[in-house]
């Protein structure tokens, strides 16, 4: 297949399973509570048990994609998806409820960014940089496409039957992608034989270290801030006066803000190092939600543009700056092993954040979070100085 084609089809997949799985509850949650009873930070639950899942499997899931490509690996994650979707459908007691979520987990760590990333550049090299930022485009539609698709089908056939919808969805559209459009592991470059790297200066280790540092912090600290905006997007607005139809529009922005970003970042990233990127991708998330939490109603399609480009960038870093760094044949396992962290700061945040509105109201809760959204900028700059002028080897 050619490229365009490849990148098209992972970008549409990771759209879906994105929309189906870490944005599902911004819409959903209110209607589970409304028919179940359950508590708002009891439902949050459920996606922070996906996520501790995903984190626990990222590591072993990037030496997979190194060893022998991703194709299977992403194939079965359509089938994962699937299953947690249908059990969550019939889920009438907490318990099962739980169990589709724990399915979704699995789905979630072998078809979202990591593995994504990784089977490009295990298959096109220092060449996927492009490819993985055309990915991104798609998977920036993920909330302007599933956000008001969630709302609709929730108002005409319920929350339960709007899983179902989703599973089926991953069966007849990623599945297919996943077996006739990626291609095999005929194609994958050859990894080098496995033999104990050379021996680094004291030098070069400690700026390896500070880099793998900044880069994770970076990454934990986006998804601090931005996990617990667009799941709890309604009831933190809600908490400023919002209604939920406009907190919907508002979180429209979303989409074509990551959309813009990464077409800028597909004409210009060639020129500039991807710390670059990061750096102006953790600046905007912060002064986002700064915007978000204080400025007044009417400026806030302006704050959720700053945010949208802002996590658009940051989702595109996440792939060209490992490539980069570590190279095609090692940034999957790279990758996979910041997944872990990251992926359990993101179960984390959702369900405290939940905790926080509760307690001590969505307005006190947002003026947190643009506290707390300045760490990661932190992280881009330590990453940037320790290795802005590095470049990978494509051997590596």
């Known amino acids: 297949m050619p490229r365009w084609v490849v990148a098209s089809g992972l ?33 949050i639950a459920g996606l922070t048990v996906a996520t501790i899942g995903r984190g626990i499997a990222s590591p072993a899931i990037g030496r997979w994609v190194k060893r022998s490509g991703g194709q299977t690996a992403l194939m079965i994650s359509s089938g994962f998806f699937a299953a947690g979707l249908s059990t969550m459908a019939m889920s009438h007691h907490f318990a099962v409820y739980l169990a589709g979520w724990v399915l979704m987990g ?31 485009l798609w998977g920036g539609f993920a909330s302007t496409v599933f956000w008001p698709l969630s709302g609709l089908l929730t108002h005409q056939v319920g929350w339960r039957w709007t899983c179902v919808v989703y599973a089926a ?10 077996r006739w459009v990626l291609p095999g592991r005929q194609h994958l470059l050859p990894a080098p034989e496995d033999k104990p790297p050379p021996p680094a200066d004291a030098q070069s280790a400690r700026r390896d270290r500070i880099t793998v540092f900044g880069f994770g912090l970076a990454l934990i600290g986006e998804v601090f801030v931005t996990g617990s905006m667009l799941t709890h997007l ?26 813009a970003a990464r077409l800028g970042e597909m004409v210009l990233g060639s020129r500039h190092h991807p710390g670059l990127s990061l750096l ?9 939600v700064v915007c978000i939490a204080f400025l007044p109603p009417a400026g806030l399609p302006v704050a959720f543009v700053f945010f949208g480009m802002g996590s658009g960038l940051i989702a595109t870093s996440r792939g060209t700056l490992g490539l980069h760094l570590f190279g095609p ?39 947190l979070m643009s506290v707390a ?18 470049k990978a080897s494509p051997e590596r």
Do not use: N
């Not at 872990?340 to 001590?360: D, E, G, K, N, Q």
């Open 280 to 288: 102006a991708a953790t600046l905007l998330i912060a002064t986002g």
């Open 106 to 136: 699995c789905g979630m760590a072998c078809g979202l960014y990591e593995p994504v990333f990784g089977t490009l550049g295990r298959l096109y090299g220092l060449e996927a940089r492009r490819l993985i930022v055309a990915t991104t």
């Open 329 to 367: 044949i090692e940034a999957p396992v790279v990758l996979g092993k910041l997944g872990r962290p990251v992926a359990f700061m993101s179960a984390v945040m959702p369900w405290l954040t939940a905790v926080a509105i509760t307690h001590l109201g969505g307005k006190t809760t947002l003026s």
């Open 373 to 390: 959204a300045w760490p990661m900028v932190i992280g881009a700059v330590i990453l940037w100085v320790s290795a802005g002028r590095t």
């Open 11 to 43: 970008g549409l997949t990771l759209m879906l399973g994105l929309g189906t799985s870490s944005y599902l509850l911004t819409v959903l949650a209110g209607p589970i509570k409304a028919e179940t009873g359950w508590g708002l930070e009891w439902i």
């Open 234 to 259: 309604v009831a933190l607005l809600g908490a400023r006066g919002v209604s939920t139809a406009a907190a919907i529009a508002l979180g429209a922005f979303v989409g074509p803000a990551q959309v």
């Open 169 to 178: 969805l991953h069966l007849v559209i990623a599945l297919p992608i996943y």
